[in-house]
């Protein structure tokens, strides 16, 4: 199931190409967010439902704000309010929703392969708004994108992604999207939290952050889950925070600034310091915004549209 087959799935079945056109397609949304009125009538009668299975800020309301900016019907479903309290199937929720004439759907759900699994059940377009440990595609997208304001191509561009590789939906898509568009990758963490021969995909893989903070251009650090902590992948959260943290010492030390960026949501003190995730060089906002055109993009190419002349 690829883009071309009308859905946003994981950025494994996308090509350059398709990357490509997404990118440059938000770029023109991206000046709409400017405007005043920050609305246009692409969507119009299209009805977009955004299923979330589990919870979300960003992703949620972008998605939410890019049905809005392109006058999309759009409708929220929460499973904590929904039948699926019941005892109902996904499959079952998602039937009985398309029933009502929907033509797409954006779903976050707990398990890898949701998303692949509506896609092959129900007529309408299907984006993945992140799947288990699985994929986040439009947040590897809108990260590509935001690295694309500052440099000018990501041919070549220098990229580490620190953290809980093994647990990051977030990791495994930049990692699709960023080797795709020519980046070089390299993931850091403690080795418990990175998958044994992840190398095979083409990615650098290095335990020592300092050397790893030295011969890049940007780090993008992932939230480390509080959930894991009694799980034995590390002592405890103030040894990740001295061995792996992202602190103003370590950035200080290094022969050139490099730019900070982070998927959120963050916790301060422990994968990053407070006053690296404001600084100067951090993009952690511009992430932010870029998701809503990013997001817009999405939804305007699968439901048909070619010409950006919005
Ligand atoms: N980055 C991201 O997916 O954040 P949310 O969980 O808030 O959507």
Known sequence: MTFKD???LGLEYADKEDIE?????????REILERPIKKVPTLQ???VVNLFFES???????FELAEKRLSADSVNFSSSTSSVKKGETLLDTARNIEAMKI?????RHQSPGAPNFLARNLDANIINAGDGAHEHPTQALLDMMTMLEKYETLEGLKVAIIGDISHS???LSNIHGLLKMGANVTLCGPATMIPREIEGLGVDVSYHVDEVLEKVDVINVLRI??????SGLFPSLREYHNYFGITRDRLDRLSRP???????????????ASDVADSEHSLILNQVTNGVAIRMAVLYLLSGGENVNV
């Not at 056109?21 to 949304?29: D, G, P, R």
């Not at 889950?225 to 009694?230: A, I, S, T, V």
């Not at 490099?258 to 990053?272: A, F, Q």
Request: charged fraction near 20%.
């Open 6 to 8: 009308g859905h946003l």
């Open 21 to 29: 056109l997404i990118l440059n397609t938000a770029k023109s949304f």
């Open 45 to 47: 009668g299209k009805t």
């Open 56 to 62: 979300s800020t960003r992703t949620r309301i972008s």
């Open 103 to 107: 033509d797409m759907v954006v779903i």
């Open 169 to 171: 939906r977030v990791a």
């Open 225 to 230: 889950q509080l959930e894991r902590q009694d």
């Open 258 to 272: 490099i730019t900070i960026m982070h998927p959120g949501p963050i916790n301060r003190g422990v994968e990053i």
